[in-house]
């Protein structure tokens, strides 16, 4: 095995990895619809010389995955015509009925931005047209693209390990100020890659004022960074916490708001645990992988009723409502730490959804196994593991 990445790549143990280095140059002087592509066509380049070496040095893959959204699986095909190819289809852009346009509140980018958005999916097309196959976690996914290319891409999510990431009665959080979360507390917790609008930051922060003042003792724990991951940029010199914060202050009680940006692995799994309402939302766009785990946790989750969660809530497992409705979203939070005992049942089904469908070792990992026509003995152990997942 080897892998091929960018200056972030992170390493496996035992997998070769090569980096690439991102070559300086501007792009100015292409045309503004063309600059994506001559940045995806620079990182092809980079890979075109990585995998030349490997390839010289007599590693002639069966197999290749790759991700067709920045450029770097366009010199694959030619390179390697007798391997398998397989893109990871996580998202194809669309100017209408996704995420673009999802939110009136901000301003439409008009024909030309469009136009850009469309453009965005050329080396996701030429990558497609070279691939034996796709692959997209979750079907809402493989919904966004071409109708023409869904019947060649399976749907298989990347697992969820379930036996790390399960319920705890005696979790415990530390914060950075020193102070102490169990479930004890009524915790409502918020967690995403970064605070804005695509992922309903704004939403939830105009939702606190009526939970704060309703539950004088509820906790509220924020998980994630202050930058902008996707969608519109925040004004100049501001981040959307601090440009939404604004309209909260002085209508909450800001010390019972806490913001962990860096929280590691276990204090971030223990962020659920300790949950009392988790709140999840999202415009149409991938869905966060937290949300499943959150899930496996045993959170009493209440998300947005937006298709991508449309596909694993089903209102036994979890509460949908409408993204814009501040005030169903605060009635729901309210309800939830009001009555706790109200909710372990759709907190058990919530878990047994992730398990039954999610599991990384009986459901997921078995089918990627078979997608890819690899075959481990590793898979002999796999029917004990799958007889203690039914019986939890």
């Known amino acids: 095995m080897a892998s091929i990445g960018s200056p972030t790549a992170r390493a496996v143990p035992g997998v070769s990895l090569k980096k690439y280095m991102i070559p300086d140059g501007e792009l100015a002087a292409a045309h503004p619809f063309a600059r994506r592509f001559e940045a995806e066509c620079r990182r092809a380049e980079q890979v075109l010389y990585s995998a030349s070496n490997l390839k010289q040095q007599g590693f002639d893959p069966d197999l290749v995955v790759a991700h067709p959204g920045w450029g770097e699986m366009l010199p694959l095909r030619p390179l390697f015509p007798k391997s398998r190819i397989v893109a990871y289809c996580e998202f194809y852009y669309r100017s209408e009925g996704q ?26 097309l030429l990558a497609l047209d070279d691939a034996n196959a796709g692959l997209s976690p979750t079907l809402w996914q493989r919904a966004t693209y071409p109708d023409v290319f869904q019947s060649r891409i399976e749907v ?3 697992g969820i390990d379930t036996e790390a990431i399960r319920p705890r009665d005696d979790a415990a959080l530390t914060l950075r100020s020193g ?6 507390d009524e ?6 890659r970064s605070h804005e609008p695509l992922r309903g930051f704004h939403c939830f922060l105009r939702s606190l004022p009526a939970i704060m003042a309703a539950r004088p003792k509820a906790q509220i724990l924020i998980v994630g960074g202050s930058g902008t991951a996707y969608g519109f940029s925040p004004p100049e010199g501001q981040t959307w916490r601090s440009y939404f914060f604004r309209e909260i202050e002085g209508k909450v009680d800001a010390s019972r708001i806490h913001f962990a940006e860096d929280l590691n692995r276990e204090d971030f799994l223990k962020a659920f645990q300790i949950s009392s309402a988790h709140v999840y939302f999202t415009y149409p766009f991938v869905l966060s992988w937290s949300l499943l785990e959150a899930m496996s946790a045993g959170c009493l989750v209440i998300g947005s009723d937006t ?15 409408p993204f814009f409705d501040i005030a169903q979203l605060s009635e729901r939070v309210i309800e939830a730490l009001a009555n706790p005992k109200r909710f372990a049942g759709m907190r058990r089904a919530a878990r047994e959804t992730i398990v039954s469908r999610y599991d990384l070792e009986t459901v997921c990992l078995p089918r990627l196994m078979d997608f890819y026509g690899i075959a481990t003995q590793a898979r002999v152990a796999r029917p004990r593991r799958a007889a203690t997942a039914r019986k939890r």
Do not use: C, Q, W, Y
Request: overall charge negative; hydrophobic content about 45%.
């Open 156 to 158: 298989i999510h990347d």
């Open 179 to 184: 102070k102490v979360l169990t479930k004890a």
């Open 99 to 124: 995420d673009v346009g999802f939110d009136s509140e901000f301003p439409d980018m008009g024909v030309d931005g469009h136009v850009r958005i469309h453009l965005k999916n050329a080396a996701t």
């Open 187 to 192: 915790v409502v917790t918020f967690a995403t």
């Open 307 to 321: 298709a991508p969660l449309r596909e694993v809530i089903d209102g036994s497992n979890g509460i949908l409502v």
